[in-house]
């Protein structure tokens, strides 16, 4: 089953809002990662956040990282219709075993910018 | 940056033949390649763990049999769905880690996908 779950399922906004997605997960984690894909397309990895970090910046993207509650979320400021993809995240899941690189996503965000 | 292509990017099949999708990491060598399905609107589903020179480690719920992994070379993983009915039309996608990654975590690069539809 998969691991993480994101909420909302689909979300629409206008260019220059800020917009936030939310995940969660079930069993513990080493790391948590958000990628971005294109309509019928790959993934292509936006940024990772390890199990000790609370927050993380890159750009235009901020990941926190609650443990606690085993969520994080993803906020886009300053959104750009380019940004218009589905956004995921994806965990480890350390308890299933020790290869590296085993990713368990969610079930993603669509976000819609409009111009 | 690191490459990963697949090949082919679709396919349109009858129900009952083989359909081979080819996984090349084409600047690295991967040691380890993964293979996803993703339904449409739906998350990818890690299917089963390729590891070059060995046998795949597949996920709970998946058939070896039915899909056939094999990673002969550090460059090159290739998934068989075998006697392919409609039910299996989805969104492949693999992705490669580095050999020279270690330790890192990020260091897996998704290929394109490959788009299987069964008639």
């Known amino acids: 089953s998969q691991q993480g779950e994101e909420d909302p399922q689909a979300l629409s906004i206008q260019e220059g809002e800020n917009a936030t997605m939310n995940c969660s997960y079930k069993?513990?984690?080493?790391?948590l990662q958000w990628y971005r894909q294109n309509s019928g397309r790959g993934l292509v990895h936006l940024i990772l956040i390890r199990s000790n970090e609370r927050e993380k910046h890159s750009g235009r993207l901020r990941v926190t990282l609650d443990t606690s509650k085993k969520s994080s979320s993803l906020l886009i400021t300053a959104s750009r219709a380019a940004d218009t993809a589905s956004y995921f995240c994806a965990t480890d899941a350390p308890d299933r075993g020790s290869t590296l690189g085993r990713l368990y996503f969610g079930r993603g965000t669509q976000l819609t910018v409009w111009p | 940056g690191a490459v990963v292509s697949q090949h082919p990017s679709w396919v349109i099949c009858k129900s009952g033949t083989s359909v081979k999708i080819e996984c090349r990491s084409l600047d690295f060598q991967a040691t380890t390649m993964f293979w996803y399905r993703q339904f449409p609107k739906q998350s990818l589903m890690l299917m089963a763990t390729s590891n070059e020179g060995s046998k795949a480690t597949y996920e709970q719920g998946v058939e070896k049999d039915k899909f056939l992994i094999n990673h002969a070379s550090l460059t090159l993983s290739t998934l068989t769905v075998t006697s392919a009915h409609p039910e299996d039309s989805s969104f492949y996608i693999c992705s490669a880690r580095d050999r020279a990654s270690g330790g890192r975590i990020d260091t897996q690069y998704f290929g394109p996908g490959t788009r299987l539809t069964v008639l």
């Open positions: 069993t513990s984690i080493n790391n």
